[in-house]
C-alpha cells in the first residue's frame, strides 16, 4: 500500500485521539517508524481490514510511548 495513504490514514487515526492533528506528540521520523510497522503488519496479516491495522498499531505506539 501505498506510504501517502498510509500516512492520512494515521492522521486520521490522530484526529480521533487528540481532535487535532496539531497535538499530535509524533515527529517525522516517528511517523516514518509507525508508517513502516503498518506497512509490515498489512503485508503479514492481509486477511485483516486495513483500517483495523492501522487503528491498532497506532493504538499500541501511542500506548507505549507514554
Known sequence: MEKKLLRKMIDRCL???FGDLE???LTEDEY?????QVALDLHA???EE????????V?????AAQ
Request: overall charge negative; glycine content about 0%; aromatic content about 14%.
Open 15 to 17: 484526529v480521533d485521539y
Open 23 to 25: 497535538l499530535s506528540p
Open 32 to 36: 516514518d517508524d509507525l508508517v513502516e
Open 45 to 47: 496479516q492481509q486477511e
Open 50 to 57: 486495513v483500517f483495523a491495522i492501522v487503528h491498532d498499531k
Open 59 to 63: 493504538y499500541s505506539y501511542l500506548s
